[in-house]
């Protein structure tokens, strides 16, 4: 049984910076591609960052140039750090494992709260 639990998250004032943890068991993590999603109150969840398991990794557009992906196989975790952050950035961060397989798992969430 594969499990996420994610970590990190809570209150920073606006150009602070959060760094985001996701732990994984129950799966080959080194092989699986990571992503963190995100969404705000009354709005879709929408990627964030994802690192593929060749460290490939890939941005949306708001976040380029303050948010950095990472992945450390030894430990199954994936990390994102959060520079610069903007009240825009506040929402519940959801991590994500694509398995091998195709099958994709999600975490609980954390919440990020970006205050002006």
């Known amino acids: 049984q594969v499990q996420l639990v994610e970590s990190g998250g809570g209150l920073v004032q606006a150009g602070g910076s959060l760094r985001l943890s996701c732990a994984a068991s129950g799966s080959t993590f080194s092989l699986a591609d990571m992503g963190w999603y995100r969404q705000a109150p009354g709005k879709q969840r929408e990627l964030v960052a994802r690192i593929t398991n060749r460290s490939t990794t890939n941005y949306a557009d708001s976040v380029k140039g303050r948010f950095t992906i990472t992945r450390n196989n030894a430990k199954n975790t994936v990390y994102l750090q959060m520079n610069g952050q903007k009240p825009d950035d506040t929402a519940g961060y959801y991590c994500?494992?694509?398995?091998?397989?195709?099958?994709?798992?999600w975490g609980q969430g954390t919440q990020v709260t970006v205050s002006s």
């Open positions: 994500k494992l694509k398995s091998m397989f195709g099958y994709e798992y």
